[in-house]
C-alpha cells in the first residue's frame, strides 16, 4: 500500500526515526549551552527592578494537528514577566513560517504554580502540500514590553507540520492481497479462460472453507449493499414479486399498539414541518390506505396458487454460502446481504413460493443530496423569544432497509439451490406477507428519555422498506441524545413481522440510528473504470474486497485484504489490481468492499450533527472540558474528586444548578461535562456577575483519607486544565508535606 498526499505518523530524519508529539505527551527537556550564556546576558543587562525570576516546571502536548499545536507550560513566579513559545528546527534556528505565542505572566501568590496554555499554527498563505519539520520548542521570559531574554528553556520537539492537501486531491493507493485459497482459485480461473495472472502466490496461510451461518457468527460489521436501495420507481418494477395483496378491515389502523392514535394523529400534525425537511427519497404512502395480504385456501390438495400463510420451517439462507479464509476475515452474514437469513416457505408447498424479510433498518440516505444533509434525520428546535416550552425539540427519522434488486436476485439464486438440495420445490421468493404494518418499536431506545405517548409512526412507504418516526421531547434530553448519536451511541428499536395466520413465528430484526452505521452513505462501489471516491463525510476504513462466485449447489465468497486503509471524506482510491484481473468481473455474481466508519475525526462527526438540525435557531449549547496536568503526581494522591455547579446546565432556568461530579483518577486525562446551555442572559436582572461555572477539588489519599475543598473556582472558559496551582486554590494549601490534616 502506498498512500499519496496522506501523512505518515513515523517521520525519517537525518537516519533517525522519531514519532510526531500527540496530545499528554511531556516535553523532554535539553540542557543547551546558549541558552545559559543568554540567560546569563539577560541577567546583566538587566537592573534589580527589570529582573524577573521564576522557573519552567513542564511544558505539556495538550493538542497536535497537522496545522496546529496546543501545549500547556506549567511555571512559577515570573511575576511582572512574558513567557514566548518558539518553534524550532533540529538545529535550534527559528522556523518563521510558524506563529509564536507569547503571553502576560498574570498576578498570583509568590511561589505559586500556574499553568499557561500556549498555541502555535503554520501561517495562512502557504502552498497546498507544504511540509515543515521541527525538532525543538523554546520557551523564554522577558520583561513584560521588553525584548531581552532572561530565561530560555528549550524541549525535544519532534513534529511535522503541513498544509493538509484538498481533500478532492488526495488518492490513496492500495493494492488488494488475496486471502486464503482466492489466489488459486483466480489461477485457475485465468487459466480456463487463457487469460494470464501476474497474481503472485498469496502471502496468507491456507485457510478455512465452511459454511457459513447465520446462527454461530457475530456479525462484526454492517452490511454493504453495492447497488442503490430500493426507490419508489423501482418498488413498481418489484410489484411481479410481490404477493397479491386482497383489502384486509383487520390492517387499518394497527400502526403501534403503544401509542394512542389521537396522541400519534397529533403528533403527526405538529411535527409535519420536520418531516417534510426529510429527504425525500421515497413516495410515502400512508397506512390508512395500505392494504395488506389476508391468507387465502387452495381450491384442490393440489393447488400451486400459495396461501399466503407462512410455514413454521425455514430455510437457512447462509447455509448456501461458503467463505473461503473464515480464519482471516472478519464477516458475518450482514455483510454479504441484507436479507434476513430464515427464508420461510409459503404453507402450501406445491406452491414453490419462499418470503423474506430486511436484515435489518437503518437511517434512510438520499445520495442526491450528498453529505450529511441526505441523511434521514431532521431535528428542530422550537423557542420563542427566550421562552423554551418542555417539548421545544421535534426529532423526525426515516428508516429504510437498504435493500436492492441485486440482493434479493441474488438471495432468489441461493434459495433455489437450497430447495434443490432438499428437495423442495421452488418458484418464487418473495416479500413477506403482512396481516398489517410492521411493529416497530423504539421504546427501547428511548426508554426513561421520551415517553411512549411521545413518540408516534408517521408514515410507512412500504411495508418491507422503511417508515417514518417522530418524537418530541425536551431540550436536555434532546442534547444527550445528540451527545450520544455523537459518541457512536445509537437509537436502537425492533422491528415485528406478523404474518396473516396466527401460527406463523414472528420475525424480530433491529433498527438503529447511527451516524457511524456503514451501510447509511453507501460511499463506495468497486469500479475498474470509473473513479472510487469517498462520498461520506467520515473516512472510510477499507477492510477487504469480496467476491461471490456460483458453484455447483451453493454460492462462494472470496476475499482479498485491503489492509485497513483508511481514506478521508471526498478522497479517491487508486486500486493496483495486478491479483485481481479482469476475469473475476464475468465471473463474480457481486463484487463489494467491506469497510467501517473512522470515528476518530470527532470534527466530521460534528459537522454530521450540525447539518441534522433544521428550523429555528438550536440554543448555544457545548461542553466543559477538565484537563488533568499532573495533580495526582504534586500531591501524591489516589484520586482527585471534581464538583461542579453552574446557572447554565437548564435552558430555561438561570438557577444555580450541581453538575456532574468527575472522579480524575489519571494525569494528563481529559474529561467532558455536557450539556452546558448558554442561551440567554450571564448576568441577573440587578448586574450580578454569573462565571460560566465553577468547580471545587477534593484530595483522596491511598489510606482513603480526604482533603474537602473549602473554595469554589470561578472559570469563563468552557476548557480549563487540573494542575497542582488549581488544587492549592481550592483546598487553601498543598496536602503533601504540609502538615495539613485530612478529613476523617
Given at each position: 500500500m502506498r498512500i499519496t498526499g496522506v501523512l505518515a505518523v513515523l517521520l525519517m530524519y537525518a537516519g533517525q526515526v522519531f514519532a510526531d508529539v500527540a496530545a499528554?505527551?511531556?516535553?523532554?527537556?535539553?540542557?543547551?549551552?546558549?541558552?545559559?550564556?543568554?540567560?546569563?546576558?539577560?541577567?546583566?543587562?538587566?537592573?534589580?527592578?527589570?529582573?524577573?525570576?521564576?522557573?519552567?516546571?513542564?511544558?505539556?502536548?495538550?493538542?497536535?494537528?497537522?496545522?496546529?499545536?496546543?501545549?500547556?507550560?506549567?511555571?512559577?513566579?515570573?511575576?511582572?514577566?512574558?513567557?514566548?513559545?518558539?518553534?524550532?528546527?533540529?538545529?535550534?534556528?527559528?522556523?518563521?513560517?510558524?506563529?509564536?505565542?507569547?503571553?502576560?505572566?498574570?498576578?498570583?501568590?509568590?511561589?505559586?504554580?500556574?499553568?499557561?496554555?500556549?498555541?502555535?499554527?503554520?501561517?495562512?498563505?502557504?502552498?497546498?502540500?507544504?511540509?515543515?519539520?521541527?525538532?525543538?520548542?523554546?520557551?523564554?521570559?522577558?520583561?513584560?514590553?521588553?525584548?531581552?531574554?532572561?530565561?530560555?528553556?528549550?524541549?525535544?520537539?519532534?513534529?511535522?507540520?503541513?498544509?493538509?492537501?484538498?481533500?478532492?486531491?488526495?488518492?490513496?493507493?492500495?493494492?488488494?492481497?488475496?486471502?486464503?485459497?482466492?489466489?488459486?482459485?483466480?489461477?485457475?480461473?485465468?487459466?480456463?479462460?487463457?487469460?494470464?495472472?501476474?497474481?503472485?502466490?498469496?502471502?496468507?496461510?491456507?485457510?478455512?472453507?465452511?459454511?457459513?451461518?447465520?446462527?454461530?457468527l457475530q456479525v462484526a460489521s454492517l452490511r454493504r449493499a453495492e447497488v442503490q436501495p430500493l426507490t419508489a420507481s423501482r418498488h413498481l418494477e418489484l410489484a411481479a414479486l410481490t404477493a397479491e395483496r386482497r383489502p384486509s378491515t383487520a390492517a387499518t389502523?394497527?400502526?403501534?399498539?403503544?401509542?394512542?392514535?389521537?396522541?400519534?394523529?397529533?403528533?403527526?400534525?405538529?411535527?409535519?414541518?420536520?418531516?417534510?425537511?426529510?429527504?425525500?427519497?421515497?413516495?410515502?404512502?400512508?397506512?390508512?390506505?395500505?392494504?395488506?395480504?389476508?391468507k387465502s385456501t387452495p381450491t384442490t390438495p393440489q393447488s400451486s396458487e400459495p396461501t399466503n400463510e407462512v410455514g413454521s420451517n425455514y430455510l437457512d439462507l447462509f447455509q448456501g454460502v461458503e467463505v473461503d479464509g473464515l480464519d482471516q476475515v472478519d464477516v458475518g452474514p450482514a455483510d454479504i446481504l441484507g436479507v434476513y437469513g430464515r427464508i420461510y416457505p409459503d404453507k402450501n408447498a406445491n406452491s414453490g413460493v419462499f418470503y423474506y424479510i430486511p436484515e435489518s433498518y437503518r437511517l434512510a440516505y438520499d445520495a442526491d443530496l450528498g453529505g450529511a444533509k441526505g441523511l434521514g434525520f431532521r431535528i428542530s428546535y422550537d423557542r420563542i423569544g427566550d421562552e423554551v416550552s418542555d417539548d421545544a425539540v421535534r426529532m423526525a427519522v426515516?428508516?429504510?432497509?437498504?435493500?436492492?434488486?441485486?440482493?434479493?436476485?441474488?438471495?432468489?439464486?441461493?434459495?433455489?439451490?437450497?430447495?434443490?438440495?432438499?428437495?423442495?420445490?421452488?418458484?418464487?421468493?418473495?416479500?413477506?406477507?403482512?396481516?398489517?404494518?410492521?411493529?416497530?418499536?423504539?421504546?427501547?431506545?428511548?426508554?426513561?428519555?421520551?415517553?411512549?405517548?411521545?413518540?408516534?409512526?408517521?408514515?410507512?412507504?412500504?411495508?418491507?422498506?422503511?417508515?417514518?418516526?417522530?418524537?418530541?421531547?425536551?431540550?436536555?434530553?434532546?442534547?444527550?441524545?445528540?451527545?450520544?448519536?455523537?459518541?457512536?451511541?445509537?437509537?436502537?428499536?425492533?422491528?415485528?413481522?406478523?404474518?396473516?395466520?396466527?401460527?406463523?413465528?414472528?420475525?424480530?430484526?433491529?433498527?438503529?440510528?447511527?451516524?457511524?452505521?456503514?451501510?447509511?452513505?453507501?460511499?463506495?462501489?468497486?469500479?475498474?473504470?470509473?473513479?472510487?471516491?469517498?462520498?461520506?463525510?467520515?473516512?472510510?476504513?477499507?477492510?477487504?474486497?469480496?467476491?461471490?462466485?456460483?458453484?455447483?449447489?451453493?454460492l462462494q465468497m472470496y476475499s482479498w485484504s485491503l489492509d485497513n486503509t483508511v481514506v478521508p471524506p471526498e478522497a479517491s482510491i487508486e486500486l493496483n489490481l495486478d491479483q485481481f484481473p479482469e476475469a473475476i468481473d464475468s465471473a463474480a455474481t457481486r463484487i463489494w468492499f467491506q469497510y467501517a466508519l473512522d470515528r476518530s475525526c470527532e470534527s466530521c462527526i460534528d459537522a454530521v450533527l450540525d447539518e441534522l438540525l433544521s428550523g429555528d435557531v438550536w440554543p448555544d449549547t457545548g461542553a466543559l472540558t477538565l484537563r488533568a496536568l499532573t495533580p495526582l503526581e504534586a500531591t501524591a494522591a489516589a484520586e482527585i474528586w471534581i464538583e461542579t455547579r453552574s446557572r447554565f446546565f437548564d435552558p430555561n432556568d438561570r438557577t444555580l444548578r450541581d453538575g456532574q461530579r468527575i472522579y480524575l483518577t489519571e494525569d494528563r486525562g481529559e474529561y467532558s461535562i455536557q450539556p452546558i446551555f448558554l442561551t440567554g442572559q450571564t448576568e441577573s436582572e440587578d448586574g450580578e456577575y454569573w462565571p460560566l461555572f465553577e468547580y471545587r477539588l477534593s484530595v483522596i489519599m491511598p489510606d482513603g483519607s480526604v482533603y474537602e475543598g473549602q473554595n469554589w473556582i470561578a472559570s469563563d472558559n468552557d476548557t480549563?486544565?487540573?494542575?497542582?496551582?488549581?488544587?492549592?486554590?481550592?483546598?487553601?494549601?498543598?496536602?503533601?508535606?504540609?502538615g495539613a490534616e485530612p478529613v476523617g
Open positions: 499528554g505527551d511531556r516535553l523532554v527537556r535539553i540542557d543547551r549551552t546558549e541558552d545559559a550564556v543568554i540567560g546569563l546576558i539577560g541577567d546583566i543587562f538587566a537592573s534589580d527592578s527589570d529582573e524577573v525570576r521564576g522557573n519552567i516546571r513542564s511544558v505539556t502536548v495538550l493538542a497536535s494537528t497537522e496545522r496546529t499545536l496546543q501545549i500547556a507550560v506549567e511555571y512559577s513566579n515570573f511575576q511582572g514577566g512574558e513567557i514566548t513559545g518558539t518553534v524550532q528546527g533540529v538545529q535550534g534556528v527559528r522556523l518563521r513560517k510558524i506563529t509564536q505565542a507569547r503571553q502576560a505572566v498574570p498576578s498570583a501568590d509568590p511561589g505559586s504554580v500556574q499553568t499557561m496554555e500556549l498555541e502555535f499554527s503554520l501561517q495562512d498563505g502557504l502552498d497546498e502540500g507544504f511540509e515543515l519539520i521541527s525538532g525543538q520548542l523554546e520557551i523564554s521570559v522577558t520583561k513584560r514590553g521588553q525584548n531581552v531574554k532572561q530565561h530560555i528553556s528549550s524541549f525535544a520537539m519532534d513534529k511535522l507540520w503541513t498544509m493538509q492537501l484538498a481533500p478532492e486531491n488526495v488518492a490513496i493507493q492500495v493494492t488488494p492481497i488475496p486471502l486464503g485459497n482466492a489466489a488459486g482459485w483466480v489461477n485457475s480461473l485465468t487459466a480456463s479462460t487463457g487469460g494470464s495472472s501476474s497474481g503472485g502466490s498469496s502471502t496468507s496461510s491456507a485457510a478455512t472453507l465452511r459454511p457459513l451461518s447465520a446462527g454461530d389502523g394497527r400502526v403501534n399498539e403503544t401509542v394512542s392514535l389521537q396522541r400519534s394523529e397529533s403528533i403527526r400534525l405538529n411535527n409535519k414541518a420536520v418531516i417534510e425537511k426529510l429527504p425525500q427519497a421515497y413516495t410515502k404512502v400512508s397506512i390508512a390506505n395500505y392494504t395488506f395480504a389476508q426515516s428508516l429504510d432497509s437498504a435493500l436492492s434488486f441485486q440482493e434479493i436476485e441474488i438471495a432468489e439464486e441461493i434459495v433455489s439451490r437450497l430447495a434443490r438440495r432438499n428437495s423442495l420445490k421452488f418458484t418464487q421468493l418473495k416479500a413477506y406477507p403482512l396481516a398489517a404494518p410492521p411493529q416497530f418499536d423504539f421504546s427501547g431506545g428511548l426508554a426513561g428519555r421520551v415517553d411512549s405517548e411521545d413518540v408516534a409512526v408517521v408514515a410507512l412507504s412500504n411495508t418491507l422498506e422503511g417508515i417514518d418516526v417522530s418524537w418530541t421531547t425536551d431540550s436536555i434530553t434532546a442534547q444527550n441524545l445528540r451527545r450520544d448519536l455523537r459518541d457512536g451511541i445509537p437509537i436502537s428499536g425492533t422491528a415485528a413481522f406478523n404474518a396473516p395466520n396466527n401460527d406463523a413465528p414472528t420475525e424480530v430484526v433491529p433498527m438503529r440510528v447511527e451516524l457511524s452505521n456503514p451501510s447509511v452513505f453507501d460511499p463506495l462501489h468497486f469500479s475498474r473504470t470509473e473513479a472510487i471516491r469517498n462520498i461520506s463525510p467520515l473516512p472510510v476504513i477499507l477492510k477487504n474486497l469480496h467476491v461471490l462466485v456460483e458453484k455447483s449447489d451453493r480549563v486544565v487540573i494542575g497542582s496551582y488549581q488544587v492549592e486554590q481550592s483546598l487553601g494549601y498543598m496536602p503533601a508535606g504540609t
